[in-house]
Nanobody, 121 residues
Framework: QVQLVESGGGLVQPGGSLRLSCAAS????????MGWYRQAPGKQRELVAS???????NYADSVKGRFTISRDHAKNTVYLQMNNLKPEDTAVYYC???????????????WGRGTLVTVSS
């Protein structure tokens, strides 16, 4: 069994910053890609940023230049540094891990439960 646990969400004023963390646990041998998705009320879940095991990053156009994704392979942890936050960034942010190999199984997709980010004055 693999679990993803997010932390770091909360309430922040426009222009402020937050750092999200997501730690994967379980008998993990490798994880291909890790990333962050978000879902605002009434909208579909969308990719925010992702990073592969090789370090290739991908960002949604709406967050380029403001958000930075990073990964600690030794800790199976991914981070999302969010700067210059805007009200439209308000959403539940979900951590995702793709192609997770454990000692007994391979999981194509694993999701965290989400952490709420609210940007409001």
């Amino acid at each position: 069994q693999v679990q993803l646990v997010e932390s770091g969400g909360g309430l922040v004023q426009p222009g402020g910053s937050l750092r999200l963390s997501c730690a994967a646990s379980g008998s993990i041998k490798s994880i291909n890609a890790m990333g962050w998705y978000r879902q605002a009320p009434g909208k579909q879940r969308e990719l925010v940023a992702s990073v592969t095991s090789g370090g290739t990053t991908n960002y949604a156009d709406s967050v380029k230049g403001r958000f930075t994704i990073s990964r600690d392979h030794a800790k199976n942890t991914v981070y999302l540094q969010m700067n210059n936050l805007k009200p439209e960034d308000t959403a539940v942010y979900y951590c995702n891990a793709a192609n997770v190999v454990t000692i007994v199984h391979r999981f194509l997709q694993v999701w965290g439960r989400g952490t709420l980010v609210t940007v409001s004055s």
